[in-house]
Structure formats: C-alpha cells, structure tokens
C-alpha cells in the first residue's frame, strides 16, 4: 500500500545525498520522495538529477538560492500526495530505517501527527556537543509550557503527519522554525500526538552541521509568537475536521 510521502531538505548534501535516496526508496509504503534542493553549490543537483532517472519515486524540485529549511519543506510539503508525510533529513543524521516504526502510530489510526523522539528512550546516539543538548531541552521545555503537551524532543528531525494536516498548514517562520512552529499549529489543532524512541547520527560542525546559536535565539521567539500571537485559523488554510482526523487510513 503505497501511501508514505517523504519530504528531503537538501542544502551542499553530496556526501550523503545518494546514500540517503537509496536507503528511502526500501522503505515500505513508499509513494515519493519529494527532494527540495536548496540553492546548493556543491554537486548535490547533479547528483540529485542522476537519481531521478535511476528511481521512479524521486520527485526533484529545485531552488534557485539557498532560502532555508522551513522553506524548502514548505516548498516540499505543497508537492506531496500521500497520506502520511515525514520529513527526512538529507545528512543522514536519522536512519530511514526507522521511519516504519515513527509512521506506525498513525497506521494504527491511534494517531495523527508522530515524533521521534532522541529522548524518550535512549537508542544508539553519538555523543556530541552538551550545549546542544542543553538548548534542545530548554526549547522543548519552554514550547510544553506554552501548548501543554508533554512532547520531549521539539527539534527532532523526524516529524509524521497526517497528509491532509500538513498540506494544509500555513508556514510562516524562516531558517530552522518550522520545529517550533509546527508544534505550536498541531496543539493548537488538537492532534494526536505520539513520540516513539529514535536513534540519532550527529555531526560536528566540521561534518557539516549547519543550526546554530542564532537559530536557537530565533526559536525562542517563534515559542511566543506562534503560541501567542498566531490564532488557529490563522495557522490553516482550512481546518481538518475532527471526523477526517479520526478516520482510518
């Protein structure tokens, strides 16, 4: 049953970018991949239009400069089908591997909108950077206080939503936002939210991580303005019904 469409942010990913289609295209469900490739200057859309006429799931669209992640998955969000939506990342941080078990939640209809959490239970993660660690729990813990739900990991990369829900989500932040601005909309929505445990493949700078200081900054903002500020009807173009939320796939 081919109902998955996967969302790929790609922003100078070569290293990693073939390795990551040829490991999405094996997981079951799939019906796309949807591959934005931002503005990137080193080899990835060469590298990204040789794997479209290798696999026929792999849908490339191209931006012309580099305008951040939250806008290339806007950008990839609008170009989906499928009735599930996740977002992979294009550095191999996450193993596609897993994504299955995120999107199980909602193919048992228990829920609508998944995380991965890197927290929940601690599976394989390389150790990193502890100030990353610590900004991530003080983001997370912030954004609980203002939606009231107990997620605890905002800034995963693996987020699974209902297609309809996401498709229908008016995205305003910039940069590394959508995390938080996601969260907020899908609480303000009344989803049903689940986390399951994920293992995490982190980078150094050196490797080529990109977040840093000034996103984390950003995201405090987004927590109060997004919560505050940013009305339900203002965070939809339409508004799923609670019916459609609760029916089975």
């Known amino acids: 049953m081919k109902l998955l469409s996967v969302v790929v942010p790609a922003y100078n990913e070569k290293l990693t970018i073939r390795v990551v289609i040829e490991e ?20 990835t859309r060469e590298i990204l239009e040789q794997l479209a006429s290798e696999y026929s799931e792999l849908e490339v669209i191209h931006h012309l400069h580099n305008k951040g992640k939250t806008a290339a ?36 209809n228990k829920a609508d909108v998944v995380y991965g959490s890197r927290f929940l239970v601690r599976k394989a993660a390389r150790v990193l950077y502890f100030s990353h660690y610590m900004a991530n729990k003080f983001l997370t813990f912030l954004s609980d206080v203002f939606t009231n739900v107990n997620i605890t990991d905002v800034e995963t990369c693996y987020k699974a939503f209902r297609g309809d829900i996401i498709r229908n989500m008016i995205i305003k932040s910039k940069g590394f936002g959508f995390e938080i601005e996601v969260t907020a ?32 900054i950003q995201a405090i903002w987004y927590i109060i303005y997004f919560n505050l500020f940013c009305s339900l009807k203002q965070s939809f173009y339409s508004l799923p019904s609670q019916k459609s939320l609760a029916k089975t796939i």
Do not use: M
């Open 73 to 108: 998955l806007k950008t990839g969000f609008q170009a989906t089908r499928g009735d599930i939506v996740i977002v992979q990342d294009a550095d191999l941080e996450y193993s596609p591997q897993e994504i299955q078990n995120v999107i199980e939640p909602i193919l048992d």
């Open 24 to 43: 999405l295209v094996k997981v079951p469900n799939i019906l796309e991949i949807v591959v934005v490739n931002d503005g990137s200057t080193d080899g």
């Open 185 to 216: 909309k899908v609480a303000k929505l009344k989803c049903r939210i689940y986390e399951v445990p994920i293992s995490y493949y982190g980078r150094t700078y050196e490797e080529g991580k990109k977040i840093g200081l000034k996103d984390g």
